[in-house]
């Protein structure tokens, strides 16, 4: 089923990563949210999609389904905190994917996506995004990242520029 709507989502502990995809315009908006801003955001767009008659999907950047876990070379203090993080924005996402079905808001736990891109460690750049979709503004990497997998659920052409 093809939706009119798709919020992609980067899950993470503090702000998580937001984006509005308008399938039909091909419009999208960015943001960061905290975990009750988000909930209130989801259910006004449930609201709006309902109201209007179209469709929405929630996409849950699932981190927890990566079968491998990433190795940090790193001692003692800083994996720790690192594995609590990673931790932290897991759960974080599973609890959004919790709530969207309560509420009955079509949502679907994403595998993550290749990290293929110029960034560090293969992250997609703004400029990289901004070729293929036409974004402008200010974006930072959590919403980057949620914007890449509303794009691409959406079945939509990801282009690179070649040099």
């Known amino acids: 089923m093809k939706y009119q709507n798709i919020i992609g989502i980067d899950p993470d502990a503090e702000k998580s990563g937001v984006a509005f995809l308008e399938t039909a315009t091909r419009k999208l908006?960015?943001?960061?949210?905290?975990?009750?801003?988000?909930l209130d955001y989801l259910r006004f767009s449930?609201?709006?999609?309902?109201?209007?008659?179209?469709?929405?999907?929630?996409?849950?950047?699932?981190?927890?389904?990566?079968?491998?876990?990433?190795?940090h070379p790193f001692q003692g203090h800083r994996a720790e905190k690192i594995a609590r993080?990673?931790?932290?924005n897991h759960e974080t996402g599973r609890k959004i994917?919790?709530?969207?079905?309560?509420?009955?808001i079509n949502v679907l736990e994403h595998h993550p996506l290749?990290?293929?891109?110029?960034?560090?460690?293969?992250?997609?750049?703004?400029?990289?995004?901004a070729f293929f979709t036409g974004l402008s503004g200010r974006t930072n990497?959590?919403?980057?990242?949620?914007?890449?997998?509303?794009w691409e659920y959406?079945?939509?052409?990801?282009?690179?520029?070649?040099?």
């Open 141 to 150: 990497q959590e919403s980057r990242d949620a914007a890449l997998l509303a």
């Open 85 to 88: 993080d990673v931790g932290r």
């Open 46 to 71: 449930n609201d709006r999609a309902t109201e209007s008659g179209q469709s929405l999907i929630v996409i849950v950047e699932a981190g927890w389904m990566v079968e491998k876990s990433n190795y």
């Open 114 to 129: 290749k990290k293929m891109w110029k960034g560090k460690d293969g992250k997609i750049t703004h400029e990289e995004l």
């Open 29 to 38: 908006e960015v943001t960061t949210l905290t975990f009750p801003d988000l």
């Open 97 to 104: 994917a919790e709530m969207c079905r309560h509420w009955g």
């Open 154 to 163: 959406a079945g939509f052409p990801i282009r690179v520029k070649v040099r």
